[in-house]
């Protein structure tokens, strides 16, 4: 098996790369209608959306579950708070597809945000902010500002979380337009 420094170097080129296609989603998102020539990429996020979402959160899902239960890195509560969001969404693009329902495109959207705000707010911590609220540690005596993780000098597992809400998202708004 590899390193565990070296899983967590790939994991990180594969999260900057995330970002760079997130942002230029985002910007065909809103200029879609201006620049007519880039409707067919448009149309392939509108149509293939949902297996997108199906595909990444399940990586997502197998990736944290093979931290924690594999390579032993206890989560935090927060950590916790974000599978809340984000492991719901593996099978709910599962049914989505078997029914062929692109509805579903608004439940992700809105557990999306509400994971997505939480990953800021521990990545934010885990970049030495103070804390606004307590960690909820109840369960599990790991800190939340505890980083376990850290690649080129920004992304940690909670900035991971939030690029893959934010991607989330905006692959589903164009799911959502598709279905009206």
Not at 61 to 90: D, H, K, M, N
Not at 98 to 112: L, P, Q
Not at 147 to 152: N, Q
Request: some cysteine.
């Amino acid at each position: 098996m590899y390193p565990i420094e070296t899983i967590n170097y790939w994991l990180g080129l594969a999260v900057i790369a995330l970002q760079i296609v997130s942002v230029a989603f985002l910007a065909l998102f809103f200029l879609r209608k201006k620049f007519t020539d880039l409707s067919p990429i448009a149309d392939f996020l509108g149509t293939w959306g949902l297996w997108i979402g199906f595909l990444l959160s399940l990586g997502s899902v197998t990736i944290s579950l093979f931290y924690s239960e594999i390579l032993g890195v206890l989560p935090c509560g927060l950590c916790w708070l974000q599978r809340v969001f984000l492991y719901p969404q593996a099978l709910l693009f599962a049914v989505a597809l078997w029914k062929n329902d692109k509805s579903v495109a608004d439940y992700s959207i809105a557990f999306s945000i509400f994971g997505g705000v939480i990953a800021l707010y521990q990545h934010y911590l885990q970049m030495g902010g103070a804390s606004i609220v307590p960690c909820p540690a109840v369960a599990t005596s790991v800190d939340c500002a505890q980083r376990y993780l850290f690649e080129f000098g920004y992304i940690t597992f909670p900035l991971m979380s939030f690029t893959i809400f934010a991607f989330l998202i905006i692959v589903m708004l164009f799911v959502r337009e598709r279905a009206v």
